[in-house]
């Protein structure tokens, strides 16, 4: 089964930025709703934001509300995650999937995920 593949994850300090993308190409993806989820180690996988299929309605977590985006570029097969104003707490590995069922904000909509990407955010 195609998977998307994240990368743009690494190591910034407090306060720094970062952008991750999710390559997810075709229409097994472009017509479904895309999210961004994050797992610490020992922690359940947890809600950070999803975009529908147009990009045109987006939904965010409590805990990154005005501090990240979430986009997608149909041309680009892509999905972004921009992330400003990082905390030490938002290191995690950051998942995408595609959300097949339900809102999307919980693990459970999702059928397909891709292998994540680190982020690490020093104090």
């Known amino acids: 089964q195609v998977q998307p593949v994240e990368s743009g994850g690494g190591l910034v300090q407090a306060g720094g930025s970062l952008r991750l993308s999710c390559a997810a190409s075709g229409r097994t993806f472009s017509t479904y709703a895309m999210g961004w989820f994050r797992q610490a180690p020992g922690k359940e996988r947890e809600f950070v934001a999803v975009?529908?299929?147009?990009?045109?309605?987006?939904e965010y977590a409590d805990s990154v509300k005005g501090r990240f985006t979430i986009s997608r570029d149909s041309a680009k097969d892509t999905v972004y995650l921009q992330m400003n104003n990082l905390k030490p707490e938002d290191t995690a590995v950051y998942l995408c999937g595609r959300a097949r069922y339900g809102s999307g904000r919980q693990p459970a909509s999702y059928d397909v995920w891709g292998q994540g990407t680190q982020v690490t955010v020093s104090s």
């Open positions: 975009v529908n299929w147009s990009g045109s309605s987006t």
